[in-house]
Structure formats: C-alpha cells, structure tokens
C-alpha cells in the first residue's frame, strides 16, 4: 500500500512539474504582430497658432474730478449709459487752513482799498461841483475807484472758490460737477460716497471715478510667442473662443502686431489686437478670457493622411501599402500642408490605398495617435545629429 502512494506522489509531482514547464513554453512563444491599416481621406486642413488673451473695449476712458475734495454725491452705477456731458457725481471742498487764510486777507486789503478809493471819488466830486477840481482829474478818480472794485470782486470770488470750489456766477458749468468726457456705458464705478478724490496734476494722475467705454467695439488683447509672430501679418482672420460663451466663436481679423516684445513668465511675448465681429444679441462683456486661433494657411478638401502614418528614411518620408493580407510595401510620399495631426499628400498614395498603422501610432483615426502635436512620433523626422 505505502509502494502504491509513493508511485502516486511521484507521478503527481512530475505531472505538475511537466505541466509548469509546458505553460512557461507556450508563454515564451511570440504571438503574431497584427498590423492595421487605414486609408487616406479628403480633408480640410488648417494650420494655425493659438493666442491667449482677453475681450475688450476699444475706446475706454478714465474721467477723473477737476478739484480736490470728498465725493458728495453719485449719480451712476455701472452698466449706465451715459452721454458727453452728462453729471456723474458731485465733489464737496474741504478748504485748505493756509489758502483760506490767504484769500481773507486779499479780501480785507481789497476792501481798505476800495473804501479809500471811493472816499476820494465823493471828494473830488463835490469839488467838481464847486468848480474846484477838473474834469480830467475827476476821471482819473473814477477810474481808480472801479479798479479798487473789481479787485474787491475779484478777491471775493478767490475766497468762494477756495471756501466752496464755485461761485455763483458758474452755474452748470461748476468745477464740483464730474461729468463724462466721453459717450459710452459705465463699466467701473471704483469709488463710492464719502471717498476722497484728488485732481489730476504734475505730481499725481488724480483718482478714477468712473470708466467710460463703448461696449458696440470690442478687440481682442493677446499675446503670441516669438516662435510663432514672424508667422502672422496684420489682415489675418482669427477664430475667437470666449470662455464664457458656449459653443460660439467670433470671427476677426488682426490688426495690429506689437513691434517689441516682452519677457512674460521667462518667454518673449509680442501683443497683438483684432477687431471683433459681434454676432447679433450676444452680450460680451469687458475682460472676457478668450483664446484667438490665428489661420496661418489652409487648404480645402484634400487627400490627407495621419501624420503619425508617416515614416522617415533620412530626411525621405514614406509610408508602408498594404499589397497583400499583412504584407506591406513602403512608398515614397511628397508632403504638403500639414496642422501636426494631418498632413497633406501630394503625390505617393492613392484614396483606396491601405496604409500600415505602425506600432506606437496609436489606433486608427484621423485625429488620433502619439504623432501629433507633442511628440515626435513615427510622424516626424528624426531630428539631426
């Protein structure tokens, strides 16, 4: 009995041995490589460089306040429209301790003045009537007296001014009025009641009290790298995405590339501008985020393969046809237009063509696969030593 369970055990311990040599064996035997094929088709292709930015007005003006004081009163709020002319707020005076003093003072010498004139002016015209005193001096009298009054008014005026900011004679026309100096909606209000206001000098740019911008012409404000700028030209149309609109793009066209360039997060970026088609009853608002895609060339229905189909022998592309069942043939290609994921194909292939999908391709697809934009892939040429 003990001779029977031996022989079993033995039996079993080479069955399992043989059984994990076979499974290692048949693991160890390559599978078949399957290629797929895919055929060329007629395609637009489109070459184009992305630029970001943002949508904005393109007349937008500051209005600032013609004197210094507290903003007393406020009469917009953004989103008003607005015209030239119109009062956006008021401006009370805070008068200055030495200009008030000053302004007295020139009060009360204009005052002394001006009574001694007119003591003067009462003498010598009773003595004119007594036959005393001239004609000629008696002028000479009057026309010293009305200049000691006019400087009398004058210096009143100067104090009104200095103690209110206005006088009386003004009227609409008064310096504590703030008023647009342009038509348009108010897009920024950034100061509220009771903020100190300074006017604007040779020492200070003065304070914002609101924006004034003409919401019907929009640009766009974006920036391209320099890789990129020597391949645009004023006149170019543009494909704008705004952010925060849907599933619509805005047509325009650049007019405008910045001569000098800035260093903007370690790379050189030039501005550039283009007017904005604005699409019936869609609202754009200032400073929307947009992407602009900027058509360098394009060319409509062509024959066009995946790039990442493309081979290179050298600097010689090819591709490989399909003659029979996972027998391929390599062919010469002439390349034409290409937006890194299509590429154009003059002359080499026909419409019914199979072409080989090489390995690291990525699956069938026009718009798929490692050959496109971000790597160099079967679908670029090896770079040169």
């Known amino acids: 009995m003990k001779k029977i369970l031996s022989y079993l055990l033995l039996v079993l311990m080479v069955a399992i041995v043989g059984g994990a040599f076979f499974y290692l064996y048949k693991k160890s035997q390559a599978k078949p490589v399957v290629f797929q094929t895919e055929s060329p088709e007629v395609a637009d292709i489109t070459k184009k460089t992305v630029a970001t930015g943002s949508i904005v007005p393109r007349r937008e003006v500051e209005v600032k306040p013609k004197v210094t004081g507290v903003l007393s009163e406020l009469y917009v709020e953004p989103g008003k429209i607005v015209k030239e002319g119109d009062a956006l707020g008021k401006i009370s005076i805070i008068p200055d301790a030495m200009q008030t003093n000053q302004a007295e003072a020139n009060v009360r ?12 002016l009462d003498r010598n015209e009773a003595l004119f009537k007594q036959g005393v005193v001239a004609d000629a001096e008696l002028q000479r009298f009057r026309t010293e007296f009305a200049l000691r009054k006019q400087e009398l008014a004058t210096a009143g005026s100067n104090l009104q001014l200095v103690k209110e900011g206005a006088t009386r004679g003004q009227g ?9 100096t342009a038509p348009g909606m108010v897009i920024d209000v950034p100061v509220k009641v009771g903020f100190s206001v300074i006017q604007a000098n040779n020492f200070n740019p003065g304070t914002t009290v609101a924006v004034i911008a003409d919401m019907d012409d929009m640009i766009f404000e974006g920036r391209v790298d320099e890789a990129e700028v020597a391949k645009i030209k004023e006149g170019m149309q543009l494909k704008i995405k705004v952010g925060a ?21 370690g790379a050189i970026q030039f501005e550039i501008k283009a007017k904005v088609v604005r699409k019936p009853n869609m609202q754009i608002r200032a400073n929307y985020s947009a992407n602009a895609d900027i058509v360098l060339d394009e060319k409509k229905q062509v024959l066009a393969i995946r790039e990442a189909l493309v081979q290179y022998e050298g600097d010689k592309p090819f591709v490989e046809i399909e003659t029979a069942p996972q ?4 062919k010469d290609v002439v390349l034409g237009l290409s937006d890194g994921i299509k590429v154009e194909v003059l002359s080499g292939v026909t419409k019914t063509d199979k072409l080989k999908v090489p390995e690291n391709a990525g699956p069938p697809g026009m718009m798929g696969g490692p050959g496109g934009p971000g790597g160099r892939g079967p679908g670029k040429p090896p770079a040169k030593k």
């Open 109 to 120: 010498t204009a005052q002394i003045a001006y009574d001694n004139a007119k003591r003067e």
């Open 245 to 265: 609109i849907e599933k619509e793009l805005l047509d325009g066209s650049l007019e405008y590339i910045s001569p000098k360039g800035k260093t903007i997060d």
């Open 327 to 330: 027998t391929f043939t390599k």
């Open 172 to 180: 609409k026309t008064s310096t504590l009025v703030v008023t647009a």
